[in-house]
């Protein structure tokens, strides 16, 4: 296992990143680094969780790996399956998705909002980090549209159509774990927003999930999709 920085180097470096020699500075230097670490160290461990119970461990089998009881595994890392999704981290075209997402789901007759509308979503802001790499990839909405055809069929209309209510969409259980995720992917790029771009990373959080399926259908590996999205941002940034 590749050794993180011990403890002399970490003080270093804080010394080095206050720029003085005031030890308030360097207290309040140490204090929003341990912060920052803590945070960043508990989205890498819940990433793996997440993926662990994607792939259809149990809490039983998840929390004898982490040597705690099953009880306290749950409780830390179940809300990333369960929680309403918030989106206060979220840029616009990222909201866009997910709107556009819930109109997908209702021009289906879907009285719910699955991972298969979140990637046909994705197409409505072409603009967008992840609509760019999904078609450099050649997944186009057109070829996706046709698997979430065989894999979530268009429903027929109900006399009284289910109307989605953008206060409280009806998110299924994967769906929002996606939506969850993508603050984890933002963390882990060290983001301070969830962006289209962490929302594509966050499908594969889930191996079970139909978007997932679609995208690994299509060729796109998590691997190439991070690649593919690292250098996006670093184009953006020079």
Not at 45 to 70: P, Q
Not at 196 to 205: D, S
């Amino acid at each position: 296992m590749t050794p993180g920085p011990d403890l002399q180097q970490l003080i270093n470096t804080i010394k080095t990143d206050a720029g003085s020699d005031d030890e308030l500075e360097q207290l309040a230097t140490a204090a929003a680094t341990i912060s920052e670490l803590t945070g960043t160290g508990d989205a890498a461990l819940g990433f793996f969780v997440d993926r662990a119970r994607g792939a259809g461990k149990s809490w039983v089998e998840i929390s004898g790996v982490l040597g705690v009881s099953k009880q306290a595994a749950h409780k830390r890392f179940a809300d990333s399956w369960t929680a309403r999704p918030a989106f206060e981290r979220y840029t616009q075209r990222a909201r866009s998705v997910v709107q556009a997402a819930a109109d997908i789901a209702g021009a289906r007759n879907h009285d719910f909002v699955g991972t298969e509308h979140l990637l046909l979503g994705m197409y409505k802001e072409p603009g967008a980090v992840a609509a760019k790499v999904l078609v450099q990839h050649g997944i186009t909405e057109e070829s996706v549209l046709r698997a979430v055809d065989v894999e979530s069929p268009a429903a027929e209309p109900s006399a009284e159509p289910k109307s989605l209510d953008g206060e409280n969409p009806p998110f299924t259980r994967r769906a929002a774990h996606v939506l969850q995720g993508a603050v984890g992917e933002a963390l882990t790029l060290g983001h301070n927003y969830v962006g289209t771009e962490h929302l594509l990373l966050a499908f594969y959080r889930d191996q079970a999930g139909i978007a997932t399926k679609i995208l690994l259908e299509q060729g796109l590996e998590e691997s190439a999709a991070w690649t593919d999205i690292r250098a996006a941002l670093e184009g953006f940034t020079k």
